[in-house]
């Protein structure tokens, strides 16, 4: 490395290898170090052959891109001396979030991240109803990563996730989470299907205006139902079942029927 003509250089010898002449030779990152210049050539010659066998931990190397757009690359590199380079990150554990809820309305489900090498990661999550996500992230270690999902149709489901730590390593799928899509959840009556489940006059009001005024159907049929009869029907004996519920100490409504979604 010429020193005395190049000022980074100079640097770089005055500050990590603190040489003290000219010429100054560093032979194998510094293993090996003549100051002055020896007058024949056996002692470089010795201090080569001796670099040469010293035992030296092999290297592992492994690259990954990710491409930013705008004909713009992140290239990232790990370089592990004498050990793997690269630890897959292990599977995770099953995701978490509500059980039981209606259909249509967005339900958050939340994945636990953890990486041995602190790597940040990406996540897939298949939602057992058709809906696979495609890679998202990237997400920090040892952090949570919320996803938000919408169930169409009334039925059970099986959630689950798995990670990538973008440089080859795909972990398995998780452990499930499974979740119940239900439009009658508990006891019927939330005719107009208000997210707070109350049952009261506002539903009275729904079922009379769709029974006798042409007004919109009931959201879910199994929660109007209320009377509980076995052919699901929505009639006139809910919606006096609802009056002497509300107004004359009557019954609660009946338990919601799967059979009726």
Request: aromatic fraction near 10%.
């Amino acid at each position: 490395m010429v020193c005395d003509k190049v000022s980074k250089a100079y640097d770089r010898m005055d500050q990590d290898y603190n040489f003290a002449g000219y010429p100054s030779m560093f032979l194998d990152g510094g293993d090996e170090v003549f100051v002055g210049g020896p007058s024949t050539a056996t002692p470089v010659r010795n201090a080569i052959n001796a670099c040469g066998a010293r035992a030296v931990d092999p290297l592992d190397m492994i690259v990954a891109t990710d491409w930013l757009g705008n004909r713009k690359m992140k290239v990232r590199v790990k370089i592990g001396n004498g050990v793997p380079a690269n630890t897959a990150p292990p599977v995770p554990s099953a995701p978490t979030g509500p059980t039981t809820f209606a259909p249509n309305q967005p339900q958050n489900f939340t994945a636990a991240l953890a990486e041995p090498d602190a790597d940040s990661l990406l996540i897939q999550f298949d939602f057992g109803d058709g809906g696979v996500t495609d890679w998202l992230g990237p997400y920090a270690s040892g952090g949570d990563a919320i996803m938000a999902h919408t169930y169409q149709a009334a039925g059970n489901y099986e959630i689950t996730f798995r990670v990538n730590d973008r440089y080859g390593e795909i972990t398995d799928w998780s452990p499930t989470l499974a979740v119940e899509v239900r439009c009658c959840i508990g006891f019927t009556g939330n005719t107009n299907g208000d997210a707070g489940g109350a049952v009261d006059l506002s539903d009275l009001i729904y079922l009379v205006n769709y029974l006798f005024l042409g007004g919109p159907a009931p959201l879910c049929d199994a929660g109007a139902n209320i009377n509980g009869d076995v052919g699901c029907a929505i009639d006139l004996s809910d919606l006096i079942y609802l009056v002497n519920y509300l107004f004359l100490g009557g019954p609660a409504p009946a338990a919601c029927d799967v059979s009726c979604e």
